[in-house]
């Protein structure tokens, strides 16, 4: 199989702060709003070079998405930051009315999200929000794996006119995309090709699916991993034919397996080419205070739990 | 010096869009919508500068949102009747395949909507965004707000509020409808909010009062006075009393005609105290 190298472990939300950066210099339409947690969501560096167009809102999470939403009257590109928690539960009417209903350009930049979030514990620690963004008719839901993928989301989406929910997270994790990758929204990432088994993984897990890979591969198993950084739209298409090629599938992510990106495979998947899948998610629960590695452990959402979860499959076709 | 008996006129065909609107399809919202005549009629006839060749980013023009939705009947009234779109398309209000929904939205493309309302207490939030724009864009116009007085139970309110004044939106002026009514009563049952012009004082804003905001001389003068207030530093707000029903007899004075259409009798009685001025739809 295809090997990738960790070129050093980053955090993704300073893939964020990273490509709002080059935003600031390259887009004076590009405006960021800030909930109190400008240092976390690595913004700083936005607001120092751009005072006029960083705004700190104060912890008001409500006021902040109608005032992105407003913002886009007069052209203006609004990229609205605090963690996933607050970007979209606490203020799910919000984005459904005045963004998502309103067709607003706002894109709601999401960090901390899921267990790896850690020691703060399940109140921050939101694994519902890909089903809760995912659910609104027009928004587009991305989540980055790594640092030069979370930066190349950052400018893709300025570029794209329509509401966006980006999300990434807190803990430092493997860098190993392409730094000058064109990030293509919408558009699944094949990082090696196999014939036994697909895995297909967002956000932190997809380093996993490839440290998974290597190890079924030392187990005689072929797999095929695609990092699917666009939740929707959902390439569709390349999840078909890896599937129709391997007969079955493991889906990975940092989130409830409920309403998550396993149940968007699931139905292409039994709209198309039903097929044999196993989720490698929460399984309706909170989660709770530890570690990240910890955390992930617990609640199966590493290499191991996904290499587990491909020789089931694979057993079931 | 405004043309008064134009005004007047314009106001009395606005009542019976309104009423027309909602009994056709024996929903929607008059009550507050009625009390709102004047407020709207001064917006879009006498004070904003505006262009019903309609542009979403509104460069160069006074720009208004209106946060409690659910009078949208009075709304779509007075866009139509002020070159928006065809008055004729009022005759599609909430029914299938309209661009006049229920409450308004962005969604459908109707020129003069610039955000979806509806759930309540979002509006200020979004006024406050566009002001910020136009400061950005070193536009000079105004932005400009309407309110339920109901409405500013809703929290989110009271963080746009604080921004704003915090921040200095100082051109911002904000309307709030006191009609003293709610769906389930008065707002001095359901929910008291105290003083209201010394909450907004409290917060930093510039306030002042239209004691009779059913008298369009008086609402002219009042947003005038507003007008005047602005760029000095602080939003403004203006505490405008109406009565809700207003122009109607059997419907001012209560908060039964909230969300209740007229039947055709009712209708009847209530078209003849407003003339017909403009030609009906």
């Known amino acids: 199989m295809k090997k990738y190298t960790n070129t050093g472990n980053k955090d993704t939300r300073s893939g964020f702060g990273a490509g709002l950066t080059e935003l600031g210099k390259t887009n004076e339409n590009v405006v960021a709003l800030c909930a109190d947690l400008t240092g976390s969501l690595k913004m700083d560096d936005f607001k120092n070079n751009h005072p006029e167009r960083f705004f700190q809102i104060g912890i008001a999470e409500a006021n902040m998405i109608g005032i992105a939403a407003g913002m886009t009257i007069g052209g203006k590109i609004p990229f609205t930051g605090t963690f996933a928690n607050f970007s979209t539960g606490r203020v799910y009417d919000q984005i459904r009315q005045s963004v998502a209903y309103s067709d607003k350009n706002v894109k709601i930049c999401a960090s901390h999200a899921g267990v790896t979030l850690g020691e703060d514990g399940a109140t921050h620690q939101i694994l519902e929000d890909l089903g809760l963004m995912k659910m609104l008719p027009g928004m587009t839901v991305i989540n980055t794996c790594d640092f030069n993928q979370t930066k190349a989301a950052t400018l893709a989406i300025a570029d794209h006119e329509g509401p966006v929910y980006l999300r990434f997270g807190r803990p430092k994790v493997a860098n190993f995309t392409a730094e000058d990758q064109n990030f293509e929204i919408g558009k699944a990432v094949v990082l090696s090709e196999g014939n036994d088994v697909t895995i297909i993984a967002t956000g932190h897990l997809v380093w996993e699916a490839l440290q998974a890979a290597e190890q079924l591969e030392a187990k005689g198993i072929s797999a095929e991993v695609i990092n699917i950084h666009t939740i929707k739209p959902l390439d569709e298409e390349a999840i078909l034919t890896s599937v129709k090629k391997t007969g079955c599938v493991v889906t990975a992510e940092e989130h409830n397996f409920l309403g998550g990106l396993g149940e968007s495979v699931a139905r292409t998947l039994s709209m198309n080419h039903p097929a044999p899948q196993e989720f490698v998610a929460t399984m309706d629960t909170f989660g709770e205070s530890g570690t990240p590695e910890q955390l992930m452990a617990k609640y199966g959402l590493n290499a191991e739990a996904i290499v587990n979860a491909a020789e089931k499959v694979k057993n079931r076709k | ?281």
């Open chain 2, 1 to 281: 010096m405004p043309n008064t008996q134009q005004l007047e006129e314009f106001i009395s065909q606005v009542r019976r869009d309104i009423l027309r609107q909602v009994h056709k399809v024996n929903s929607g919202h008059p009550g507050g919508s009625l009390g709102c005549a004047e407020f709207f009629t001064a917006l879009y006839q006498e004070i904003m500068e505006h262009n019903s060749n309609f542009n979403m980013h509104g460069e160069g023009e006074d720009l208004f949102f209106l946060s409690n939705g659910h009078i949208s009947p009075v709304f779509y009234s007075v866009l139509a009747r002020s070159g928006y779109f065809p008055v004729e398309e009022l005759s599609t209000f909430r029914l299938i395949d309209s661009r006049l929904q229920g409450h308004p939205t962005t969604h459908e493309g109707l020129p003069g909507v610039r955000i979806a309302s509806g759930s309540l207490g979002q509006g200020m939030s979004v006024a406050i965004g566009a002001a910020l724009s136009k400061k950005l864009n070193k536009d000079s116009r105004l932005v400009y707000t309407l309110h339920g007085d109901g409405e500013l139970q809703e929290g989110q309110n009271w963080e746009a509020i604080m921004y704003a004044a915090g921040n200095k939106v100082d051109n911002l002026i904000s309307t709030i409808d006191l009609n003293g009514q709610q769906i389930d009563g008065s707002t001095e049952n359901v929910l008291p909010m105290g003083d209201l012009k010394a909450k907004f004082e409290a917060f930093g804003w510039e306030v002042l009062e239209i004691a009779e905001g059913n008298n369009i001389l008086k609402v002219i003068e009042g947003l005038n006075e507003a007008k005047s207030r602005t760029g000095k530093g602080k939003p403004v707000c203006i505490l405008m009393t109406t009565e809700m029903g207003h122009g109607v007899d059997f419907m001012m004075y209560s908060h039964k005609w909230h969300g209740v259409a007229p039947n055709d009798e009712q209708l009847e009685t209530a078209l003849a105290q407003n003339p017909e001025t403009l030609g009906d739809y």
